[in-house]
């Protein structure tokens, strides 16, 4: 089983600003998120709009927790 399918949805974050991040040759951009969201929401068993949902959720709870208001 993949790892990315071991992981509960409730801990995952997505990360697209790394100077290393790799989309196939080029460097990864924003965009290639909703390829990611795809992928993920394939491999956990629920739409793309869960899987955007579960981890919008996640980086919601991470702000909260680092002191941030939550976004209007």
Avoid: I, K
Wanted: proline share 11%.
């Amino acid at each position: 089983m993949p790892l990315l399918q071991r992981l509960p949805p409730e801990r995952v974050l997505l990360e697209t600003d790394g100077p290393f991040a790799r989309s196939g040759s080029r460097p990864a951009v924003p965009a290639d998120l909703l390829r990611t969201l795809d992928h993920l929401a394939r491999l956990w068993a629920m739409t793309t709009d869960e899987a955007r949902r579960a981890v919008v959720d996640n980086e919601q709870r991470l702000r909260c927790t680092a002191g941030e208001s939550p976004p209007a």
